[in-house]
């Protein structure tokens, strides 16, 4: 099985390592040791907190849609150049880039600190790893 040294844990999860050792120390994450005695997150245990973390994110959109990969997040760039618009959303440690109509953006009162959600629909997504193959 996977583990994660604290600071990676924290970074995967966009959050401080303050924080993951409070979530080992309050229960909400269980750990152990490695075989160097530093502390580790099972990787198990890491996904399944990523994904109640993300289940408590509130985009305020009654709308249904077919789309599942949305990302919440604030508008931290838009750049309109004649017809067409960059609009760039960091959403906790990803950021996000979208090319739409200036008009587009224009409606959308997108501006730097603005609240956004981008949908993604992709017919090919890309998945890749560091992990080595097990035998």
Known sequence: MTH??????????????DTIRRWLRDGLL???NDEAGRQVVPGDELAARAVAIAATVDDRSPVRRSARNRFVGLVTRVEIDGLMAQV??????????????AEAARDLRLEVGSRGVAVVKATMVVIETDEEPRA
């Open 4 to 17: 994660y040294r604290i600071s990676e844990a924290a970074a995967l999860v966009g959050v401080s390592d």
């Open 30 to 32: 269980k750990g152990g």
């Open 88 to 101: 760039e959303l960091q959403c906790g440690p990803h950021r996000v880039v979208s090319l739409m109509s």
